[in-house]
């Protein structure tokens, strides 16, 4: 019967009921994407780190990694940790953040690479840049092979595509020969970012050190480090406005049935039974907010200009955060519908 | 049963002050009778029946219905009487009004632990005692006020209590539905059970078995009533004493 009683208001408060609902459950798709942003920082850096098939990587000592803390070395460092015992590949590449396109130019992470051997990302369509003028990119750029591409000023024409390829925070990969890149990036000279490696050397080149996978993805998040503190925040306060909003429906039905209460202390209902009703009712709104949330979420995270993938951990966390918020925001309600005098009963309506 | 009452004073606060409304009251009564306590606004015939109800903790005295003392009663024991041994119709129906009428009288026997089934088929049975057997699915808003006070007559049936209590029955009602409310009142006070109405509606005067008649002690003009039923008055005490503390539960 507590079911069907807190089921019922729900019902005669209808409307209330569904402006609750629906302004939970957009705060819950928000906290939803906002989530699957965070997590899409993550994903999109290990698909680019993975992309490269490194074990490791040879950065100048003192520099921060081989991407945004980079600090350049000179080219001839690929030959040097080649020569290196444990190391079975090693290739250059180079970094740095450009543009493509004029009039509105695209930001891209442009990556220098060789043609052959570590670090070579896999191309889903056409093939690896091999020669001076040939570049691979992001399916995020819609561009098609054989387009021509303008990047920092200089054509290109696209012999490969990769699917959805960014990182820092959905900037779209672009891939061009080492050579290119370091004309682009570094005026011509022969300076690379970082050596890529298989293996893992028992000593390194005078000058360098030895980055370890892990450290350098680190480096390509730093770059979204404080985006992701941020939206952090902005979920936490998210899910304080959806307590509050549950809360303060909770709370104006515990006012508006002080009499039902009162009637049901009266005639033998014990206050566990009408807690129950509250926590129930909280429960509900809760719950159906976050399954709206969720369906709101996979609609719109799509459209969103960086990566959302919504992780499975917050699937199943929404529910369950859900419930608790719903528990956490029925608590005024409860403490009022405790406070009910069943004497107000014989009072006249 | 027998309804023994021994001595009894209430207090509450009301407006920053105290209420005294009842002061030293003896009063007993037996099960199969209908006892109608009449008076004024203000004389304690609502406070009087909270207490039977276990809902007002009286300041002194004792009540004892059977073998419970119910002035000593505390939680899940209270709970118990409130479900069980007592029915309440109140004066302002208090039907919940998000629920059709049938699950109005199914929340009494839900909560007093009969299974949904037989919680079902009580309350249609009731409600056609009540004569709305073709009304189960309809909400309190959609009835009249007899039919809600039928409804909630059904309710306070729900599990057959053997003390139903009755607070202003006719107050909101009109002459037809006043009728049928005095005369299904009347058919409960039978067998085991004993039905107490506060009123100041003399018309239910004629189904009484015996009429209370609480007049406060101040009130030096006491009128005879024009009735052939046994009434005795009894004498109560309505003054606002300040500063004393009063007792609710």
């Known amino acids: ?53 490194s074990d490791g990587w040879i950065v100048r000592d003192g520099a921060a990694g081989p ?5 350049p070395l000179p080219g001839s460092t690929v030959e040097a940790v080649r020569s290196e015992t444990g190391i079975t590949a090693a290739n250059a590449v180079v970094f740095s953040r450009k543009t493509v396109g004029v009039g509105s130019p695209k930001e891209v992470n442009l990556f ?8 070579v990302p896999a191309v889903d369509h056409g093939r690896a840049p091999r020669e001076s003028g040939e570049i691979v990119v992001s399916t995020r750029l819609h561009y098609g092979i054989g387009d021509k591409v303008l990047l920092s000023g200089k054509p290109f024409r696209v012999v490969g595509t990769i699917s959805n390829s960014t990182v820092v925070a ?17 005026a011509g000279q022969p300076i690379i970012s970082a050596v890529a490696v298989k293996g893992t050397p028992r000593v390194v080149p005078p000058g360098t050190r030895f980055m370890h996978n892990a450290d350098a993805r680190r480096d390509l998040l730093r770059a979204v480090s404080n985006a992701r503190s941020g939206i952090n925040l902005i979920g936490l ?28 202390k009266a005639t033998g209902t014990s206050n566990a039974t009408i807690l129950a009703d509250l926590v129930l009712q909280a429960v509900l709104l809760s719950l159906v907010a976050a399954g709206v949330g969720l369906l709101v979420a996979t609609l719109i995270g799509p459209r969103f200009p960086v990566p959302v993938v919504i992780p499975v951990s917050s699937l199943v966390l929404l529910p369950t955060l859900a419930v608790a918020v719903g528990l956490l925001a029925s608590l005024a309600g409860l403490r009022r519908a405790i406070a009910v005098d069943p004497a107000i009963a014989f009072t006249a309506a | 049963m027998k309804l023994n009452i021994r001595h009894l004073t209430i207090e509450y606060a009301s407006g920053g002050s105290v209420v005294r409304p009842v002061s030293g009251l003896d009063l007993s009564a037996s099960s199969g009778s209908l006892v109608l306590l009449l008076g004024p606004s203000g004389c304690g015939k609502t406070s009087l029946l909270s207490c039977l109800g276990g809902i007002l903790t009286p300041k002194h005295g004792r009540i004892r219905f059977g073998d419970v003392e119910v002035d000593a009663l505390k939680g899940a024991k209270l709970t118990a009487y409130r479900r069980h041994m007592v029915g309440i119709v109140f004066q302002a129906f208090n ?17 007093g632990g009969v299974r949904r089934r037989k ?43 053997p003390l139903l209590l009755a607070d202003e029955p006719t107050a909101h009602l ?8 005095m005369r299904l009142l009347r058919e409960l006070a039978d067998g085991d059970r004993l039905v107490v109405i506060a009123t100041h509606d003399e018309r239910l005067l004629p189904i009484a078995d015996r009429v209370v008649e609480l007049v406060p002690k101040t009130t030096r003009d006491l009128r005879e009533h024009v009735t052939p039923l046994p009434m005795e008055r009894v004498a109560v005490q309505a003054a606002f004493v300040a500063g004393m503390p009063a007792s609710t539960r």
């Open chain 1, 112 to 119: 220098g690479v060789e043609h052959r051997g570590v670090a």
């Open chain 2, 174 to 181: 009109d002459s037809i539905g006043v009728e049928g409310v």
């Open chain 1, 237 to 264: 306060l998210l899910w304080l406005v959806a307590a509050t909003i549950i809360g303060s429906v909770i709370y104006l039905s515990a006012l508006e049935r002080v009499r039902d209460f009162a009637v049901f």
């Open chain 2, 95 to 111: 039907l919940v009004p998000s629920m059709t009428a049938l699950e109005n009288v199914m929340v009494p026997l839900c909560n």
């Open chain 2, 119 to 161: 919680a079902r088929a009580r309350a249609d049975s009731l409600l056609e005692q009540v004569g709305l057997g073709d009304r189960t699915d309809d909400r309190p808003s959609r009835m009249s006020g007899g039919e809600q006070q039928r409804v909630a007559i059904a309710r306070a049936l729900a599990l057959d209590p």
């Open chain 1, 1 to 53: 019967m507590v079911m069907r009683s807190a089921f019922r208001d729900l019902q005669w408060r209808r409307r209330r009921v569904l402006i609750a609902v629906a302004g939970t459950a957009l705060v819950f798709s928000i906290t939803l994407v906002l989530s699957g942003v965070s997590h899409g920082f993550d994903v999109e850096t290990d698909r680019t780190m993975a992309s490269f098939g």
């Open chain 1, 170 to 186: 959905g900037v779209p990969n672009v891939l061009v020969t080492l050579t290119d890149a370091q004309t682009i990036s570094f």
């Open chain 1, 67 to 71: 991407f945004i803390g980079q600090a």
